[in-house]
């Protein structure tokens, strides 16, 4: 019976030797797993093992995570269908965009934890899609957290999952080059910040989405692009939607880069706030979502399994994990680390 490695249980026994992705065999046929073996193949990357043993009923989601994990799906089957008709007619239908947003970001207001969604949305699906989806979502409850209007809120987390449209007229080959891009290919990639301004004013009145798309990259020093805005020449809505999109961008994974664990990623962030990222929503942001990582499971640096206990108040970004009945605090311990989390 094949299960993934965090459905697997003490007591299971491997089927088959286990090797990484890289060829290391990791376990050898007829393991008994324990929580150490459980732990060496989450470390090893290993995703799904073949085991003797039925392996335990999975846990249902609760109701609303299967009701927002359909409105997730049916927003990146939209995005495909939205992306495909910019790239033929140079433009898309607004009232497809609605029809597909406003049930969709509707049933988020249901559900509060967003780091469930985005590990629900840690998966191999079309990059640019799901990272779009991503953005839209992240921009909406960001919109929501700094206080808009729901109208507002709507319209930014429009605006958010819009942000790449214009990649459609980039090449794929670059937009998936696993290797590092050369001055003329960056450029080339730049540009999809203009074409998507021009995509989405050829389909819709509403200007703050194409300014959005045209400025989501522009950062508070002046250091962005297109147009090497500073401060407040960015409008707030483009300001939300680049946390939004680099967020959704260090902890995804690509063909040249590594995702990130959420955690470290929300360290960064923070980071980025002292010149490169308006401070108001990336405070916002960190202050939100670190309470949704508490419950949840984890695997530390050490190859042990825990789960977050508690933030710490020295030190947010090293929460207290509770790991084989003891307390370890991170932010005491500084050689040990979370490397990743998954859903409870």
């Given at each position: 019976?094949?299960?993934?490695?965090?459905?697997?249980?003490?007591?299971?026994?491997?089927?088959?030797?286990?090797?990484?992705?890289?060829?290391?065999?990791?376990?050898?046929?007829?393991?008994?797993?324990?929580?150490?073996?459980?732990?060496?193949?989450?470390?090893?990357?290993?995703?799904?093992?073949?085991?003797?043993?039925?392996?335990?009923?999975?846990?249902?989601?609760?109701?609303?995570?299967?009701?927002?994990?359909?409105?997730?799906?049916?927003?990146?089957?939209?995005?495909?269908?939205?992306?495909?008709?910019a790239l033929m007619k140079g433009s898309f239908s607004q009232s497809a965009v609605d029809d597909i947003l406003q049930p969709s970001l509707q049933s988020l207001d249901k559900h509060k934890d967003?780091?469930?969604?985005?590990?629900?949305?840690?998966?191999?699906?079309?990059?640019?899609?799901?990272?779009?989806?991503?953005?839209?979502?992240?921009?909406?409850?960001?919109?929501?957290?700094?206080?808009?209007?729901?109208?507002?809120?709507?319209?930014?987390?429009?605006?958010?999952?819009?942000?790449?449209?214009?990649?459609?007229?980039?090449?794929?080959?670059?937009?998936?080059?696993?290797?590092?891009?050369?001055?003329?290919?960056?450029?080339?990639?730049?540009?999809?910040?203009?074409?998507?301004?021009?995509?989405?004013?050829?389909?819709?009145?509403?200007?703050?989405?194409?300014?959005?798309?045209?400025?989501?990259?522009?950062?508070?020093?002046?250091?962005?692009?297109?147009?090497?805005?500073?401060?407040?020449?960015?409008?707030?809505?483009?300001?939300?939607?680049?946390?939004?999109?680099?967020?959704?961008?260090?902890?995804?994974?690509?063909?040249?880069?590594?995702?990130?664990?959420?955690?470290?990623?929300?360290?960064?962030?923070?980071?980025?706030?002292?010149?490169?990222?308006?401070?108001?929503?990336?405070?916002?942001?960190?202050?939100?979502?670190?309470?949704?990582?508490?419950?949840?499971?984890?695997?530390?640096?050490?190859?042990?399994?825990?789960?977050?206990?508690?933030?710490?108040?020295?030190?947010?970004?090293?929460?207290?994990?509770?790991?084989?009945?003891?307390?370890?605090?991170?932010?005491?311990?500084?050689?040990?680390?979370?490397?990743?989390?998954?859903?409870?």
């Amino acid at each position: 019976m094949r299960v993934h490695v965090s459905d697997l249980k003490p007591g299971n026994s491997l089927k088959s030797d286990t090797f990484s992705s890289r060829g290391l065999h990791v376990l050898p046929k007829g393991s008994q797993l324990q929580i150490d073996e459980i732990a060496k193949l989450m470390l090893h990357g290993v995703d799904y093992v073949d085991i003797e043993d039925e392996p335990p009923a999975p846990v249902s989601r609760p109701v609303i995570i299967q009701e927002v994990a359909s409105s997730l799906d049916n927003m990146m089957d939209g995005f495909e269908s939205l992306y495909m008709e910019a790239l033929m007619k140079g433009s898309f239908s607004q009232s497809a965009v609605d029809d597909i947003l406003q049930p969709s970001l509707q049933s988020l207001d249901k559900h509060k934890d967003v780091v469930s969604l985005l590990l629900l949305l840690d998966r191999e699906d079309n990059y640019t899609y799901n990272h779009s989806l991503q953005v839209g979502m992240l921009s909406y409850y960001l919109a929501t957290w700094l206080g808009y209007s729901k109208q507002e809120c709507y319209d930014i987390g429009r605006a958010g999952y819009l942000i790449d449209i214009g990649k459609c007229r980039i090449s794929p080959a670059l937009l998936n080059k696993p290797g590092k891009l050369t001055p003329h290919e960056f450029t080339e990639i730049q540009l999809h910040t203009q074409y998507g301004y021009e995509i989405i004013s050829n389909s819709m009145q509403d200007p703050f989405t194409a300014l959005v798309a045209l400025q989501h990259h522009e950062r508070e020093d002046g250091s962005g692009y297109p147009n090497r805005l500073t401060g407040s020449q960015i409008h707030p809505y483009a300001q939300i939607a680049a946390v939004a999109d680099i967020y959704s961008a260090m902890t995804s994974e690509r063909v040249y880069q590594s995702k990130q664990e959420l955690i470290t990623v929300l360290r960064e962030i923070n980071n980025l706030s002292f010149g490169k990222l308006n401070g108001k929503p990336v405070q916002a942001f960190i202050q939100h979502l670190m309470p949704n990582f508490i419950g949840k499971r984890v695997l530390l640096s050490t190859g042990d399994l825990g789960i977050i206990v508690m933030n710490n108040p020295l030190d947010v970004f090293r929460p207290l994990v509770q790991s084989e009945g003891q307390f370890l605090d991170l932010a005491r311990d500084r050689k040990m680390a979370i490397v990743e989390i998954y859903m409870e």
